[in-house]
């Protein structure tokens, strides 16, 4: 039977605000907040292991200046670091150009980049796709681009890409 007007529940059934119970979280909260838990305790290990480092490398520099100078903190040059990482860029270049320089006396006719593996998914995707459909325009240019068309037909497809090109025009 329901209750009458001015009842409502018992005290007894209307302690639904205790202190005790845990308010309803999905697990997946608890996970994401198990994670960020877990990233910052590596984070605060990080730290501390690198004010070890800190402090290790201070005390080398006051053993070194046979402790006339108080100790000053440890900062890396961000611009020395940057110039040798330009460096190496640079005689990687360096070897790299060259190598390209004779790749591009191989290159055929047309061809603007190097040819990607044979086992290179854009590569399979767009011979195979030239194969079934020879005026698929994409393709002619990637195929041309790449240079994986055979020097018999570079002249027609080229011609007939440049028709293309100018018909979009």
Known sequence: MPPKKGQGKKKNDSDDDDESEEPYEPQVQKKIQKQTQKKQIAVKKQKEDESEDYSESSN???EKQGKKKKAQPFKQN???NNTKKKQIKEDDEDENSESVEKDKENYKLYQKKETPPEDDPCRIYYE????????SVLALKYCLDYG???EANIQKAHKFYEKYKSKQK
């Open 148 to 150: 994986l068309i055979e």
């Open 78 to 80: 961000k611009t020395t």
């Open 60 to 62: 080398k520099l006051v």
């Open 128 to 135: 195979s796709l030239y194969r079934e459909k020879p005026e």
